[in-house]
C-alpha cells in the first residue's frame, strides 16, 4: 500500500492553479500576446515541477492543460499566430465537458475521480447532477471564448479570459453549494 500523498497548502494550490494564468496577464500588460504565451509556457511547467516536488504527483488536469498549454503556446511561437493560444480555453473547456459526458453516458464519474477527496459526503444522484452542470458550464465557456476571440483584441481578450473566466467560474462554483448542500455536503 503507497502512503498517501501530502495534501499542498491553499496558498500553494492556489498559487500553482492560477499562477500561470496571472503570468500569462502581466506579461501581456507590459509586453505583447507573444512574451505573454512563453512565459505562461514557462510558469506552467513550473506549476508541473512543483506539484511533483511537493507531492510526487502531478494532478491529472494539471498535466493535461499543460500538455495543451505548451502544444498551442508552441505553435502561437512557432508560427508568430496568436490565434493558436486563444482557441487553447476553446479545446480545453470543450475536451472538459466531452470527458464529463462520456462518464455520465457510461456510468463513471470522473469529476468525482478528481474532486472526491474534497467532497467524501456527496451521493451518486449528487455527483450525477454536479457533472452534468459542469459539463454544461464548460460547454457555455466554449461558446463565450469562441464569441469573444472572434469580436474582440488580444488585450480585451486576455483580459476576458483571465477575469471573466475566473470570476464566472468561481461564481459558478459558489452557486453549486445548495446542489452539494442538498446531497449530502455538510457546508460550514
Known sequence: MTA?????PTALKLALDFGPLLVFFVANKFGDVFA???????????????????????????????????VFGGLTLWLHDE?????????????????LLFGMATGRSYLKLVLGEALPALDDAGWRKLTRNWALFFIALMGANEVARQLLTT???VNFKVWGVTIATMVFAVAQAPLLARHGVKLD
Open 4 to 8: 498517501p500523498r501530502p495534501p499542498l
Open 36 to 70: 505573454a504565451t512563453g512565459a505562461f509556457m514557462a510558469a506552467t511547467v513550473v506549476a508541473m515541477a512543483v506539484s511533483w516536488w511537493k507531492t510526487r504527483h502531478i494532478p491529472a488536469m494539471l498535466i493535461f492543460t499543460g500538455l495543451i498549454v505548451l
Open 83 to 99: 490565434s493558436f493560444i486563444k482557441i487553447k480555453p476553446t479545446l480545453i473547456y470543450g475536451s472538459f465537458a466531452a470527458i
Open 155 to 157: 488585450d480585451q481578450w
